[in-house]
């Protein structure tokens, strides 16, 4: 399986950031693993032009479940497209929280991606309050039901489990918890979708940082991470794509 390592740098980033991209292609994932990275909309052409022709892909962090149309400062599938993305991110919690994405509309938005050929990251996960109530496994088995399209393969699909309250917090889940989580994934989308489900990636997300990344990488079913503060320097982000 070829290992990820995502870096969503959310709503930051001008041109003045695109010397962490050159800093970046220099570093090298290991052979079989990949690199993203999933600036603004305003940032994805410049820097998929900046990583032409070398390991680092380039996504985009949300995209509109139609191609067209008048839908106010969305953005879709092809114009990610067009403009250099490969990934994009989908029903963060964020934009779950944000922008009252449902499952459904996560899902219609990974079957556009589709469409324009993009591969959807489809982001799931508990709160706290859903954890503490033993809920967690619950939670993220409704959201990976309804969010993921019919016709999801290892190739069209990365599902990034992310806790709400590991996000942005520097709490992370003990790795039992993570392994457990990603297990019930895994066994969710194999009887939903069949052995080839084995294939799907399944990172783990939520305040991954340089000196957590290898040990979270070691954990069972985990195929990489979803990093967001961490993705925004070369340096860190580099020194989680060498651990993966
Ligand atoms: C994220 O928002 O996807 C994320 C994991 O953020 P951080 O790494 O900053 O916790």
């Given at each position: 399986?070829?290992?990820?390592?995502?870096?969503?740098?959310?709503?930051?980033?001008?041109?003045?950031?695109?010397?962490?991209?050159?800093?970046?292609?220099?570093?090298?994932?290991?052979?079989?693993?990949?690199?993203?990275?999933?600036?603004?909309?305003?940032?994805?052409?410049?820097?998929?032009?900046?990583?032409?022709?070398?390991?680092?892909?380039i996504g985009g962090?949300?995209?509109?479940?139609?191609?067209?149309?008048?839908?106010?400062?969305?953005?879709?599938?092809?114009?990610l497209?067009?403009?250099?993305a490969?990934?994009?991110?989908?029903?963060?919690?964020?934009?779950?929280?944000?922008?009252?994405?449902?499952?459904?509309?996560?899902?219609?938005?990974?079957?556009?991606?589709?469409?324009?050929?993009?591969?959807?990251?489809?982001?799931?996960?508990?709160?706290?309050?859903?954890?503490?109530?033993?809920?967690?496994?619950?939670?993220?088995?409704?959201?990976?039901?309804?969010?993921?399209?019919?016709?999801?393969?290892?190739?069209?699909?990365?599902?990034?489990?992310?806790?709400?309250?590991?996000?942005?917090?520097?709490?992370?889940?003990?790795?039992?918890?993570?392994?457990?989580?990603?297990?019930?994934?895994?066994?969710?989308?194999?009887?939903?979708?069949?052995?080839?489900?084995?294939?799907?990636?399944?990172?783990?997300?939520?305040?991954?940082?340089?000196?957590?990344?290898?040990?979270?990488?070691?954990?069972?079913?985990?195929?990489?991470?979803?990093?967001?503060?961490?993705?925004?320097?070369?340096?860190?982000?580099?020194?989680?794509?060498?651990?993966?």
């Amino acid at each position: 399986m070829r290992r990820l390592a995502a870096g969503n740098w959310k709503m930051n980033g001008t041109a003045a950031d695109l010397a962490e991209v050159a800093a970046l292609t220099a570093a090298h994932p290991a052979p079989g693993c990949e690199m993203l990275l999933c600036p603004p909309a305003t940032l994805i052409d410049r820097m998929a032009r900046a990583a032409h022709g070398t390991a680092l892909r380039i996504g985009g962090q949300d995209c509109h479940a139609r191609a067209t149309g008048a839908h106010t400062g969305d953005v879709s599938a092809p114009m990610l497209a067009e403009a250099g993305a490969s990934y994009v991110i989908l029903g963060h919690s964020e934009r779950r929280a944000d922008h009252g994405e449902t499952d459904a509309q996560v899902c219609a938005k990974a079957e556009a991606a589709w469409a324009s050929g993009l591969v959807a990251v489809v982001c799931v996960g508990e709160t706290e309050a859903e954890r503490d109530a033993g809920q967690a496994l619950a939670v993220v088995g409704r959201q990976v039901e309804g969010s993921v399209p019919e016709g999801a393969t290892a190739e069209n699909i990365v599902i990034a489990y992310e806790p709400v309250w590991a996000i942005g917090t520097g709490r992370t889940p003990t790795l039992h918890e993570i392994a457990e989580v990603h297990r019930f994934l895994r066994a969710e989308l194999v009887s939903r979708f069949g052995a080839a489900a084995k294939g799907i990636r399944l990172l783990y997300g939520g305040s991954v940082k340089p000196s957590n990344a290898a040990e979270i990488f070691a954990t069972p079913e985990v195929n990489g991470a979803l990093v967001g503060g961490a993705s925004l320097k070369a340096a860190d982000f580099g020194a989680i794509v060498a651990a993966l």
